[in-house]
């Protein structure tokens, strides 16, 4: 082909291969924009952390408006893109709802009004962080080095989009922090304080996953679906609740995968490396596999999570990173 040849028969294919096309439609929110918006409040939670010259307090509360004021516009206007489209996608909220730009400057100003409290809620998992990885040696390393730190604390953020049920920008947010990371959290997801994922990579958290306080997760874990329902016509149903439930204090080790909107990981108990659930386990337990056979046995009480008492257990229990 020609270059006038190909480029007709890529118009033709805007015209004849929908679906993938959005001519004529409403602005979208730009991937740069988002990606701006996703670093600005990472400066926002972390002042002096990200910044190319030093922070100091004489001068913080003029640099802090002008970020605010720059990210309350980004925001305001992504979330007003968001909103129009889904307006466009489903013309009975227009009957329904308040004008886009009207409802974008209501969740701007709530959203970052939630930011001093997402700062409290961030640091506790730091200290998470701190205290469950013996290899750091600073808590500056761990906001500026940690994957962790990234993903989480812009999840708690898009969780706030989220919400207030606005579409198409927390996933994007929590996509860049995906592209950076290499973990994948839903904004849906509601997690509780002084979360850590040692190493963060590979992790997959579902939507309707909840997470308790004081959890620990090691790479490649998935709090995942066990399978779609699906409506009369076979499209999947949306809105139900396909993702598990892990309750405070609970370890899950590396690789393990957990299955199941009714699958429930009972409190203070320890998931091993590997292991493949789908069904719940009750509070202080312990779930490991022994040769090829998963053992869920309740914990006993010298037990810890990276400790052993028996040598068949060694393998899932005695060990760290």
């Not at 516009?73 to 009207?102: I, Y």
């Not at 957990?258 to 789908?278: C, E, F, K, M, Q």
């Not at 202080?284 to 052993?308: D, F, H, P, T």
Request: glycine share 6%; hydrophobic share 40%.
């Amino acid at each position: 082909m020609t270059f006038d040849e190909t480029l007709q028969a890529l118009l033709r294919s805007y015209e004849q291969e929908g679906g993938i096309n959005h001519l004529d439609g409403s602005n979208l929110p730009s991937e740069d924009s988002v990606n701006r918006l996703a670093a600005d409040v990472m400066h926002l939670l972390f002042p002096g952390y990200f910044e190319t010259e030093p922070l100091t307090r004489d001068v913080v509360r003029e640099h802090t408006r002008r970020r605010l004021v720059s990210v309350h516009e980004r925001l305001r206007n992504d979330v007003e893109k968001s909103l129009r489209f889904a307006r466009a996608a489903d013309p009975a909220l227009a009957a329904n709802t308040l004008a886009p730009d009207v409802r974008a400057a209501e969740v701007a100003d709530s959203v970052l009004a939630r930011l001093p409290e997402l700062r409290r809620v961030v640091q506790t998992d730091v200290q998470a962080a701190y205290a469950g990885d013996p290899a750091t040696r600073h808590v500056e390393e761990i906001i500026l080095a940690y994957p962790c730190v990234l993903v989480i604390s812009l999840q708690r953020f898009a969780h706030e989009l989220y919400r207030l049920g606005v579409p198409l920008l927390p996933r994007m947010i929590t996509e860049y922090a995906h592209e950076r990371t290499g973990t994948d959290i839903h904004p849906g997801a509601r997690i509780g304080e002084f979360f850590f994922i040692d190493h963060c990579t590979g992790v997959v958290i579902g939507e309707t996953a909840t997470i308790g306080h004081h959890v620990k997760i090691y790479q490649g874990v998935t709090l995942g679906a066990k399978s779609f329902e699906v409506d009369a016509l076979g499209n999947p149903v949306k809105g139900v609740k396909r993702h598990p439930d892990v309750g405070d204090h609970v370890t899950i080790y590396a690789h393990a995968t957990i299955l199941g909107g009714d699958t429930h990981i009972g409190a203070h108990s320890i998931v091993g490396a590997n292991v493949w659930l789908l069904e719940s386990i009750p509070e202080n337990s312990i779930a490991y596999y022994k040769n090829e056979s998963l053992v869920v046995r309740s914990r006993k009480k010298q037990e810890a999570a990276v400790e052993c008492r028996k040598q068949d257990e060694l393998q899932a229990w005695n060990w760290s990173i």
